[in-house]
């Protein structure tokens, strides 16, 4: 059995799209770090701390945890306080090149073997119209979502191009997530 330790419709739908059988099962866990962690550290001990928790209430199945932060200038943007915060990441991001980094964990419920691995992917991005960026910071797309833009959403239309994983910017490094199980566990999605 598969179980997705995440709450986000986003990784919930990446996963229903490859077909996979899975039950979403959620724990409230720390989210603070050293905040001399480098991105990676930061997205990887995340996702292992939620795959680890709900594991920890299971006798079996593998258990799917991530994490995911946009880094700009080697700074972590999480995810906006409110709208205004929303447009300040916004602008920060306008007219450059930032970092999406996801950590996966998977965790197996019954052995206790984990597997904690990132995926990194660059991202240019640019609001060719300065009203456009404060109209989809006022709106409700921003509020949920790592630097205030959804890749998949109304946000797609800053983004000039990117480098990496597609997915990883969604918030499910799905290559990634695909390898480890398949390797690591044997298990086929």
Known sequence: MLILASASPRRQELLRQLGADFVVKTARVSEDFPADWPPARVVEMLALRKAA???????AGLVV??????????????KPADNRDALRMLRLLDGRTHSVFTGL?????????QVVAHEETRV???APDKRQLADYAA?????DKAGAYA?????ARFVQRIEGCYFNVVGLPLALLNQILCQEFSFIL
């Open 151 to 155: 890749v998949q959403g109304r946000g």
């Open 139 to 143: 709106s409700t797309e921003v509020l």
């Open 105 to 113: 964990a998977v965790v197996d419920a019954a052995g206790g073997k």
């Open 65 to 78: 945890g991530a994490d995911t932060v946009v880094v700009l200038d080697g700074c972590i943007m999480g």
């Open 53 to 59: 928790a709900v594991a920890g209430e299971l006798t």
């Open 124 to 126: 240019f991005f640019s």
